[in-house]
């Protein structure tokens, strides 16, 4: 066996992150398809509102993210919901703000220091046991809920006046959708790092996008590229001493370019 | 459930306004069930509007709705009525979406929440492409379709939930000569075998005399509610489109 496969925390970085290859694409389609992409930008800062928090509470910093990426989601969309302010406006509002709150926070707290470094950009050391013990009950609980209600999801996403029209609630599964990424943002933290995770969740849905496929091969392409690259990223980030998040999110943009080149001459 | 009502819908002194635009006034209406009604009216005359309240995607500010006889507010079984959006948009031109998929969202409402579609509804939903013709279309992306072929996977979405009535707005629109005399005898045939009520929006003033049985002529207010027999062509255009014509000077 390799000697990377000996190491606890990278068995635990190798696991949280098959799970999380799953679940972003499996959510990020959605927000991609609803041009939705920079929402995962901006719960990812918000969430590091929480992480300070919590590291000034000296309380467990992704239990505090939790909290803020969820109510900043339902936030966002209820401010949306009143179209007091363009929809794109209500979310640079919240991205502001959690970026302010967390600075201030994070001042309180004495400043930058390593553990914040890694919530930023991810770093497979950081997986602790009780994070992967998260990660995968609320995986698999995300994972299902996309799965009950995935014909709604694509209705509502693919046509929302109609889905109203023919009586669903549209704007509750438009919080379905954007309370699901404020969870995977948090739990996709320590691994690709806040100011990483809106990557993992829109570049392999674009990536397998180019292949001009069926909503559904789209999805299944999206997390096999999405799988490929967390893997390949973890791996490079091992060997090279090197943050796991950027090498993920290098890996998966690396994939984008090829497949980009070669459906180019489809089009 | 079956439906008991004879009329589909019903608009009793329907009124929206918009800040201090009014765009639909006191209109009222019945359209019976299997009736084929054609909506004409002026650019900004509300047509749109009153598809929209029809449809629950606005609130009136006064009067009220019935579909199938009950409040509208109250029904449940809105995908009882399918609708047919203008096809010229092209916001979901990138939307990653197979022909046979988007069919399949329109019967969504009908399979009910947390229910997986059965062997029925998969029959439901090939019967739907198979009659509006797109059956051989089934995997093309919808980005992909020419306006006559997204307009046909749209309506064969409608016919997915197996609705009673079909809404269509501006079907004709971005469609070729050709294919609109063979979509309007689409239309009637559906309107004939499957006994579906039909509305629908049109700036075709040739398809109203020829193809509906009922008119309604709307510029914010209801101007007629008549057969088209009673109307030249001309007359038509006078009434929607002439605003100094009174239409109670045209009734016969």
């Known amino acids: 066996m390799p000697e990377i496969f000996h190491f606890d925390f990278m068995l635990r970085a190798f696991a949280a992150g098959a799970i999380l290859a799953v679940i ?3 959510i990020g389609i959605f927000m991609v398809v609803r ?12 969430s590091l509102t929480g992480v300070a928090a919590g590291m ?7 239990g505090g993210a939790l909290v803020v990426s969820v109510a900043a989601a339902v936030g966002i969309e209820k401010l949306r919901g009143t179209r007091a302010v363009f929809g794109e406006s209500a979310v640079a509002l919240f991205f502001w703000g959690g970026m302010a709150a967390a600075v201030v926070l994070l001042g309180l707290a004495g400043g930058l220091n390593a553990g914040l470094f890694a919530y930023l950009f991810g770093s497979i050391s950081t997986v602790t046991a009780n994070d992967l013990r998260l990660i995968a009950l609320l995986g698999a609980l995300m994972l299902t809920v996309i799965f009950l209600l995935y014909k709604e999801l694509f209705f509502v996403s693919f046509d929302e006046s109609l889905a109203v029209a023919n009586g669903l609630r549209a704007e509750r599964f438009n919080l379905v959708i954007v309370v699901l990424a404020a969870v995977a943002i948090v739990l996709a933290m320590p691994i690709v790092g806040a100011l990483l995770i809106g990557a993992l969740m829109v570049v392999p849905v674009v990536t397998a996008m180019q292949f001009g ?3 559904r091969r789209t999805l299944f392409i999206s997390i096999a590229i999405s799988l490929a690259s967390v893997m390949a990223g973890l791996v490079l980030s091992y060997y090279l001493d090197i943050a796991s998040g950027g090498t993920i999110v290098i890996t998966a943009l690396g ?8 459906t180019a001459k489809k089009r | 459930m079956p439906i008991n009502s004879a009329y589909c819908i019903e608009a009793d002194g329907l009124t929206f306004a918009f800040d201090q635009n009014i765009a639909v006034e006191d209109v009222s209406f019945k359209i019976a069930m299997g009736q084929y009604v054609g909506l004409i009216g002026p650019n900004g005359g509300g047509k749109t509007t009153l598809i929209k309240l029809i ?8 009067g009220s709705i019935r579909l199938f006889g009950e409040p509208a507010r109250a029904f449940k079984r809105r995908f009882l009525i399918g609708y047919v959006p203008q096809s010229v948009s092209q916001s979901d031109y990138y939307f990653p979406a197979a022909s046979h998929e988007i069919v399949r969202s329109g019967r969504t409402a009908r399979v009910g929440l947390f229910r997986r579609f059965t062997k029925a509804d998969n029959a439901a939903i090939e019967q739907a492409m198979a009659t509006a013709g797109v059956a051989d279309l089934k995997d093309r992306l919808i980005g992909t379709l020419s306006g006559g072929q997204r307009q046909r996977v749209f309506i064969a979405r409608a016919l997915a939930g197996e609705p009673q009535a079909l809404i269509l707005d501006e079907p004709a629109v971005g469609v070729d000569t050709a294919s609109k005399e063979r979509f309007y005898e689409f239309l009637h045939d559906l309107n004939k075998n499957s006994g579906i009520t039909i509305l629908f929006v049109t700036h075709d003033l040739g398809v109203i005399a020829n193809e509906v049985e009922t008119v309604l002529c709307l510029n914010t207010r209801l101007l007629c509610h008549s057969d088209p ?7 038509l ?6 605003g100094t014509v009174s239409p109670v000077d045209h009734r016969h």
Not at chain 1, 56 to 62: H, M, W
Not at chain 2, 237 to 242: E, F, P, Q
């Open chain 1, 24 to 26: 972003a694409p499996v």
């Open chain 1, 255 to 262: 994939i984008f370019m090829v497949v980009w080149f070669i």
């Open chain 1, 56 to 62: 000034l509470a000296g309380t467990y910093p992704l």
């Open chain 2, 229 to 235: 027999g009673a109307f030249t062509e001309e007359r």
């Open chain 2, 55 to 62: 449809l629950g995607l606005l609130t009136p500010t006064s």
């Open chain 2, 237 to 242: 255009i006078d009434i929607a489109y002439g």
């Open chain 1, 213 to 215: 496929v069926s909503f």
């Open chain 1, 35 to 46: 041009r939705y992409s920079l929402m995962a930008d901006t719960l990812a800062h918000i």
